[in-house]
């Protein structure tokens, strides 16, 4: 019986190939958007009439000056505020106070007070990292490794009784636990864990029940995918250095004849690799530790080999093979 034909086999494997690695890279996580496992469960025992849910949209990460730039909404319960589309119209007056660099409370005056029957609407918030919840690693330098923690915390209080006087003596506010819930964008090329914090002397459960103040934390890295894409990008760039590096070897020892042709090969080699270097997912900045283990070592390889073969070309009339 007649096997299939060298063809066959050719499209059979490189069809196999294709479908495997569209399958890998999907498996890969690409960005993702959770809390854990300890605020998934405190959220859940308590009501929806007991607590507040805050949805965080983050809008962008710059590791070098590592600062998070967020978009916060908040939903009160039904007794507190009435639900729309994009704000929510509170019942009392409201005060917030959420602990930022920057912050646009998008409220009239910017001082995070909304009367009674008053839009509340989305704030934006500058935040700087502390990196309280990483231990190593937080710093762009380790890029695609890098990790980032972020704290968020605040107050959120409804004046329930006292308004209609001066006498501030005779208010009464009231406060709920705060919880980030999941929210449906994630940011591009980062993984983001959400967690409530405690303050000192206290415990999460005990911090999130009181409801007087919040503290959640934001741990930050880079996808899977990201890794797996530099990684490849990385055996690219080892592979041009040394391929120019194992040429000149062959020019060197009168292997291979000096020729135009692989000159135009190392040029082409260094160049391409330069242009690769601006498009790396992440967009890390010049100088990181995958420039000075990996990319410059190789178009250094790369330039020299040019430059010696150059040498070599211009400087033998006749070449005899060894």
């Known amino acids: 019986m007649k096997g299939p034909s060298k063809k066959t086999l050719f499209w059979l494997i490189s069809g196999t190939i294709f479908l495997s690695l569209v399958t890998f890279l999907n498996a890969l996580d690409s960005g993702s958007y959770k809390l854990d496992s300890k605020s998934s469960q405190l959220w859940a025992q308590s009501g929806d009439e007991e607590k507040i849910g805050m949805y965080v949209q983050l809008l962008d990460f710059n590791s070098s000056s590592q600062t998070l730039k967020a978009r916060v909404w908040l939903r009160p319960p039904e007794k507190y505020a009435y639900s729309l589309d994009s704000s929510v119209q509170v019942l009392y007056d409201t005060a917030i106070d959420i602990s930022a660099s920057t912050i646009n409370y998008n409220s009239e005056g910017n001082v995070g007070y909304w009367a009674a029957n008053q839009y509340l609407r989305a704030i934006d ?16 330098k380790w890029f695609p490794f890098d990790r980032y923690s972020v704290a968020l915390t605040g107050q959120i209080r409804f004046l329930v009784s006292g308004s209609g006087t001066e006498n501030t003596k005779d208010d009464v506010w009231e406060s709920l636990p705060i919880g980030i819930q999941p929210y449906t964008a994630s940011l591009s090329g980062w993984s983001a864990e959400y967690k409530l914090d405690s303050f000192a002397g206290e415990t999460v459960e005990s911090t999130f029940s009181d409801g007087q103040y919040f503290t959640s934390d934001i741990i930050l890295e880079r996808t899977t995918l990201n890794k797996v894409l530099l990684l490849l990008l990385g055996l690219i760039f080892l592979s041009g250095g040394f391929s120019m590096l194992f040429l000149f070897r062959s020019i060197f020892l009168a292997h291979r004849p000096p020729s135009l042709s692989g000159l135009i090969w190392a040029g082409s080699t260094a160049f391409t690799m330069i242009s690769t270097r601006t498009i790396i997912p992440g967009d ?4 990181v530790k995958f420039d000075l283990f990996i990319f410059y070592p190789s178009l250094v390889m790369c330039f020299i080999s040019a430059g010696s073969m150059f040498y070599l070309w211009i400087s033998k009339e006749t070449w005899t093979p060894d």
């Open 125 to 140: 918030v500058e935040l700087d990292a502390d990196n309280s919840q990483v231990k190593s690693l937080y710093n762009d």
């Open 284 to 287: 890390p900045r010049i100088g």
